[in-house]
């Protein structure tokens, strides 16, 4: 299963996370993860 499964298929947590990899993979900080998805920094940190 890559990353792109799981954020198209998925439970809300799992496609949060899947997208908080490919945004922390393309540079984003973790501030911006956890602001663009709505979620604090620790959940991002996992």
Request: aromatic share 4%; charged share 30%; no cysteine.
């Amino acid at each position: 299963m890559t990353l792109d499964d799981l954020i198209n298929e998925g439970d809300p947590r799992d496609i949060k996370r899947a997208m908080s990899t490919k945004m922390f993979l393309s540079g984003s900080s973790r501030e911006m993860m956890s602001h663009v998805l709505n979620v604090g920094v620790d959940f991002v940190t996992k």
